[in-house]
C-alpha cells in the first residue's frame, strides 16, 4: 500500500499518556482472552471492544502488531545500554484512534530507533482517495469510511558497520458509497547497509525467504523484486539499500491465509537483523566512514521525503500527527555537493550494488 513511513503517517493530535518502557495505562490488563500486560503500552482499541469482537480480522490485526511492537522493541533494548529504554508514547486522533510510538534517541547502539503502531479509522478526504487511487485502487465516493492498522520502524544505529533496518506491516478497510467494504494487507522488510558484508545481506534475504516460502514459494522472488522497484531513489539512479520483501493489496487467496503470512513476515524481523547488530554494533569505524554513513543516510531522506507515498498520505489525512509521520528520519544526516566514492573502495562497491539489485541468495 502507501502507508510506510512512520507507523500510517497518520496520527494525532493530542497527546494521552506518555510511560515508561515498561508500563501500562492500565493495571487491569490480564484478563483472558486477551493477556496485553507484555504491550507496550494499554491497546488503542478498548479492551471490552478487542473481547467482544475478536474475531474480527481488526482485532486480530491491533493483537499482532501491539506483541510485534513489544517483542522488537525489547530485542532492541537488549542490544543497547541497559540504562537506555524506550520511551513510549501512547497517543490518541481526535478524528478516531490513535497509536503507540516508542522511540530510542542518542543511545549508545542506536542514534535513533522508532518502532510505531496505528489504529486508525474515519474519513478518507477527497486528496487521500486520490492517493489510493494511483496505487491501482478503484474506489467509489469522494470521502470514504475507512480503518487503518499498522506497524513500522525504522533503525538508524550509530556505528556505521550496523545496518539501517526498515519494516512496515499494515491492514486496510474501506467502506463505499455502495456498502462494499474493500480490504487489503500490505508490508515488507528492508535492509539498508552502509558498508556491504555479503554474508549478512544473504542472512537477512535467506530469513525472509523463510517466512515467504511457508505459505507460498511464489511469495519471495515476486516481492523482492517489487521491493527493489519500490525502494529506487530515480533521481540518482540507485537504491536506497539491498533490498528485502515488498508487497501490496494483497487479497488473495483469503484474509486469514494473508493474516498468516503477514504474522510470519513480522516474526522474521527479529532474527533477519537483530544479530547483525550484535555482530557489529562494537566494531571500530573511522571519522571518513562515519561521514560516508551520514551521506548515505542522505539518501535515505530523499527517498522518504520525495517518493514516499505513505509520507503523502499521511499528510493528506486528517489528524496528521507530523512526529509520527517524520519518525522514520534520522537525528544526523549530511549532503555534499558532487559526492562521488573513489573507485575500488568499499564505499564504491556498495554504490555500485545500489545501481544495480543483485539475487542475494
Not at 507530523?322 to 544526523?332: D, R, T
Request: one cysteine or more.
Amino acid at each position: 500500500m502507501f502507508i510506510r513511513f512512520a507507523g500510517f503517517g497518520v496520527g494525532a493530535a493530542t497527546f494521552t499518556t506518555v510511560v515508561a518502557a515498561t508500563g501500562n495505562t492500565s493495571t487491569d490488563v490480564t484478563d483472558a482472552p486477551f493477556d496485553v500486560s507484555n504491550f507496550m503500552a494499554e491497546p488503542v482499541t478498548p479492551r471490552t471492544a478487542l473481547i467482544n469482537n475478536k474475531d474480527d480480522m481488526k482485532v486480530k490485526m491491533e493483537m499482532l502488531i501491539m506483541k510485534i511492537q513489544a517483542d522488537f522493541c525489547r530485542a532492541l533494548e537488549n542490544e543497547e545500554d541497559p540504562s537506555k529504554k524506550f520511551l513510549v508514547d501512547r497517543w490518541t486522533r481526535a478524528e478516531g484512534g490513535g497509536g503507540v510510538t516508542c522511540i530510542i534517541q542518542n543511545g549508545k547502539t542506536f542514534e535513533k530507533a522508532g518502532v510505531n503502531v496505528s489504529v486508525v479509522h474515519g474519513t478518507l478526504p477527497v486528496d487521500a482517495v486520490h492517493q489510493m487511487k494511483a496505487r491501482g485502487k478503484e474506489l467509489v465516493g469522494k470521502e470514504l469510511p475507512f480503518f487503518a492498522a499498522g506497524i513500522s520502524s525504522v533503525i538508524h544505529p550509530n556505528n556505521p558497520h550496523v545496518p539501517t533496518v526498515h519494516f512496515n506491516y499494515r491492514y486496510f478497510e474501506v467502506t463505499q458509497e455502495n456498502g462494499e467494504k474493500m480490504w487489503w494487507f500490505g508490508g515488507g522488510t528492508d535492509l539498508t547497509p552502509y558498508y556491504l558484508v555479503e554474508e549478512d545481506v544473504r542472512h537477512f534475504h535467506s530469513t525472509l525467504k523463510k517466512a515467504c516460502d511457508t505459505h507460498d514459494t511464489s511469495y519471495y522472488p515476486k516481492f523482492k523484486k517489487w521491493c527493489d522497484e519500490y525502494f529506487a531513489v530515480s533521481h540518482r539512479n540507485e537504491r536506497r539499500g539491498v533490498g528485502g520483501i515488498f508487497f501490496d493489496d494483497l487479497d488473495m487467496p483469503s484474509q486469514e491465509h494473508c493474516f498468516k503470512f503477514v504474522q510470519s513476515c513480522a516474526e522474521s524481523v527479529i532474527p533477519s537483523y537483530v544479530p547483525l547488530v550484535n555482530k557489529h554494533r562494537n566494531d571500530l569505524y573511522t571519522n571518513a566512514e562515519r561521514d560516508w554513513q551520514l551521506l548515505r543516510r542522505g539518501r535515505y531522506v530523499e527517498f522518504n521525503l520525495v517518493y514516499d507515498r505513505g509520507t503523502k498520505f499521511g499528510l493528506y489525512t486528517p489528524g496528521a500527527r507530523i512526529e509520527s509521520i517524520l519518525m522514520s528520519l534520522p537525528v544526523y544526516a549530511k549532503w555534499e555537493y558532487m559526492h562521488s566514492p573513489p573507485d575500488g573502495t568499499p564505499e564504491a562497491k556498495l554504490t555500485e550494488v545500489l545501481k544495480k539489485p543483485q539475487e542475494w541468495i
